[in-house]
């Protein structure tokens, strides 16, 4: 190949690399599919935002060790029918088997979703984009999931199965019913165990993280020197 050739060859992948990460490298970093969990099944799930009323609650989180490292892009959730559109979403760090203070370790944003029941089974698929680019999750590494409608009759669904299909988890689902002001609303505990054990399904999308990109990026740099240097 022409050594001038070769170097536009590379330039060209490096800009299409930094111009367009998401479509190019999306990745599910956590998954567990609610695979035919029939509406209603478990009152304790339910999950809603009144935090600043006295039902306090109660507000849910499941635990994920993602499979792939990199920044949030979006997250999918299952359960029943909301009558709300807004949602509470936050991602905490881990603290002994619980979630940990998410203004420290992790982040929280207020999103809009609508559900789809496409099978008509009673249970509704729910997305919204994370466009912060605020919080990147690593491989290995627990993370807490929580998400919470602004209406009360909300409940997230129960996944079926052993496992999640892709990545894992450590610790079942817990729940906080905390009232704020007098101890910083349910986000912040305390956190125990909900009826009957169990998790939740949802889904977590991540776009590799920039150094990730900037190593590849250099690797083609090399390249074209090395091409460059045995032509002359």
Known sequence: MNVNRALAV?????????LAPT??????????????VPAGADASAVAHHESRH????????DDFNPAVSGRVTSVEWWGTSASSTSWEITFHGDDNGKPDDYRTTGVQHVLTAT???????????????????????????TYWFSVANFAASWE??????????VGTETHGAVVSTGVSPIDGGPHFGPW???????DFAFRINVVPEPGTLALLGLGLAGLGYA?????S
């Open 10 to 18: 590379a330039v060209a992948l490096l800009v299409a690399l930094f």
């Open 23 to 36: 479509a190019l490298a999306d990745q599910i970093a956590f998954e567990w599919l609610p695979a035919d």
């Open 54 to 61: 006295a039902s306090g609650g109660p507000v849910l989180a």
């Open 115 to 141: 559900g789809t029941d496409a099978d008509g089974d009673g249970i509704y698929h729910y997305s919204a984009d994370w466009t912060w680019g605020d919080f990147t999750v690593t491989s290995g590494t």
């Open 156 to 165: 997230w669904a129960h996944p079926k199965g052993a496992s999640p299909s």
């Open 192 to 198: 125990n165990a909900i009826t009957g054990g169990g």
């Open 227 to 231: 091409l460059r240097r045995r032509r």
